[in-house]
């Protein structure tokens, strides 16, 4: 793994009280993601619909607000919101490497943002299909044992 940060989806499955981040997303998907992501030594956060940019170990309450669902005027403004988010946290994003798990729908709203601010994004899950994500994290040995 070579980046500085990684990014990981939220989950529409979740707990049903509030807890870490980390914790509340309950998908298998998530999960594996997230096995993948503690295996580093960089830091890692999760892209939510409702919040933009979480810390793992931030305290959320549950909530139903799907990015998918939600007008292009919302998803340009949360694009916004996620890379100001992150450079609020991880400062000056010139030449920081980027890698992101998440679906389309999420990585088109902070490409453009993060490019701008000079982050070189990775996405390696970018040719595997929605549905076999799961099996591409059980396929690296730390995180589908």
């Not at 999420?106 to 549905?131: E, F, H, N, R």
Request: with cysteine.
């Amino acid at each position: 793994m070579s980046y500085d940060v990684l990014l990981v989806s939220c989950s529409y499955e979740k707990l049903d009280h509030p807890t870490e981040a980390r914790e509340l997303y309950s998908a298998d998907r998530f999960r594996l993601a997230r096995s993948y992501a503690e295996r580093s030594s960089s830091p890692w956060f999760i892209l939510s619909g409702e919040h933009a940019l979480v810390r793992p170990r931030d305290w959320l309450a549950p909530y139903d607000t799907d990015l998918n669902e939600m007008p292009s005027h919302y998803r340009s403004a949360w694009g916004l919101w996620v890379v100001a988010k992150l450079t609020t946290i991880c400062g000056d994003l010139d030449g920081l490497v980027v890698e992101i798990h998440a679906p389309q729908s999420y990585v088109d709203p902070i490409s453009a943002p993060l490019a701008a601010a000079g982050a070189t994004l990775q996405l390696p899950l970018a040719g595997v299909a929605w549905s076999e994500w799961s099996t591409w994290y059980r396929r690296i040995p730390e995180c589908g044992a």
